[in-house]
């Protein structure tokens, strides 16, 4: 537990950083979060706390669809934390490592979304300094994201640090100038053109190096319809490159392959479904609850921490796709999905539930499974409801794909915790 989220799956973690999957107690809807914190022992005025922070603060500052939503942030024990909309989908770098240059159409698209988050942060008064592939998200609808914004800086302002990832960061940025659009604008363009070769445009290993670099290079020039907005942002002159809210309504009467943007997203996604299993360092800390509460699930039955990052089923690689939480006052159901091999859907119950308990399933009674057996269930949408000993009725709808199964896990309440409804 970590205030009123449940972190459920790990993401990441390093030494300094928890990022997990969370589902927030009492939110029947089957969200889930991205909850980013840092880990528990580190400074509140760490470098790491500050970018947390930050991060919140331009999030509450900045709505609009091609940025990813907020939905919490604030403090725990001291800590700062943030968490956003969970994007089922891959980052950008990854699609372009494992299918090189995109459909123009779907790379159009790419550009569009990315100038108007731009627009959007900028007129908020705030730069992003972190414009790369790995920043943006794209997801299982062909729509991109910007994300991370632990680096943003107000518009004016001296950066905090000369930061960013080499190959991408503005000449003048090196240089450490006050915070301008035009660095992200840059970016943009660096994005863009990568989007359209397949290839990185500028393999440097330090950030440097980006003092050395002309206009846009001759590859650039060389695309035809997308050359005169990508070698704009690009020039080296700062005060020549166009605003970020010229880059979008450039592709505004533009062709736009987002379906095509889609295949090629579910493609990588697919390709990369074995490596899904998070990656931890070696000297991270755990995820610690802070608060005494017992999740019983399908690792602990095999001596393994609930949080630990181990594949959730039977076959490495199988994701956590979707939680809901139904709490109670003594007891609350949470409601998981994680992909599985069989064509059909099912359903399953894990740990010690309730004796007396009464479950509907599609408004028919149904005899629920002993432990960690499943009951199979057609793709679709479908209806749990659960009536508790004391007749308390929980009652959750949610869509099942074929190959996913459904976990309900019960979460029993520590001693000495408030048992008040």
């Known amino acids: 537990m970590f205030g009123d989220f449940l972190l459920v799956h790990r993401l990441a973690t390093s030494h300094m950083a928890d990022v997990a999957i969370a589902v927030r107690l009492g939110d029947r809807s089957g969200r889930t979060f991205v909850l980013k914190r840092p880990v528990l022992g580190e400074r509140a005025s760490g470098r790491v706390a500050q970018a947390i922070a930050r991060e919140g603060e331009v999030l509450e500052s900045v709505q609009a669809p091609e940025i990813v939503t907020l939905e919490a942030a604030g403090e725990i024990a001291g800590l700062p934390y943030v968490a956003v909309e969970h994007i089922r989908g891959a980052a950008l770098d990854a699609v372009l490592a494992h299918v090189g240059a995109l459909p123009p159409a779907a790379a159009r698209a790419v550009a569009r979304d990315l100038g108007r988050a731009l627009a959007a942060l900028h007129g908020a008064g705030w730069v992003h300094g972190d414009v790369t592939p790995s920043n943006v998200l794209v997801d299982d609808a062909g729509e991109a994201r910007l994300v991370d914004f632990g680096l943003a800086t107000r518009i004016g302002s001296k950066h905090v640090e000369i930061a960013g990832k080499p190959g991408y960061i503005a000449p003048e940025a090196v240089r450490g ?4 659009p035009t660095e992200d604008v840059y970016g943009w363009g660096v994005v863009v053109a990568e989007c359209a070769l397949g290839h990185r445009l500028y393999p440097e290993h330090a950030l440097a190096e980006a003092a050395s670099r002309a206009d846009a290079p001759r590859a650039v020039s ?10 704009a942002a690009m020039r080296r002159d700062p005060a020549a490159r166009p605003a970020a809210s010229e880059l979008a309504t450039a592709f505004d009467e533009a062709d736009l392959d ?8 579910a493609r990588v996604s697919a390709a990369l479904e074995p490596d899904r299993a998070p990656k931890v360092a070696a000297d991270a800390a755990p995820l610690t609850p802070t608060a005494p509460m017992r999740v019983e699930a399908r690792a602990a039955s095999k001596g393994e921490s609930a949080l630990a990052p181990a594949p959730l089923a039977g076959r490495p690689g199988m994701r956590l796709v979707a939680v809901a939480a139904l709490v ?3 007891l609350g159901l ?14 399953s119950l894990s740990g010690t539930l309730p004796r007396r308990m009464q479950v509907e399933l599609d408004g ?14 057609a793709p679709g949408r479908h209806t749990l409801v659960v009536t508790l000993p004391k007749g308390e009725r929980r009652e959750y709808t949610f869509h099942v794909r074929a190959g996913e199964q459904i976990v309900v896990l019960p979460l029993t309440r520590g001693a000495g915790e408030d048992k008040s409804p």
């Open 177 to 180: 100038v006050d915070a301008r």
């Open 222 to 231: 060389d695309l035809g319809l997308w050359a005169t907005p990508v070698c």
């Open 258 to 265: 987002r379906a095509a943007l889609a295949a090629v997203v």
């Open 328 to 330: 109670a006052a003594l």
């Open 334 to 347: 949470v409601v998981g999905r994680v992909s599985a091999r069989y064509r059909q859907g099912s359903i």
């Open 364 to 377: 028919k009674p149904t005899t629920p499974p002993e432990s960690g057996a499943s009951l199979p269930i």
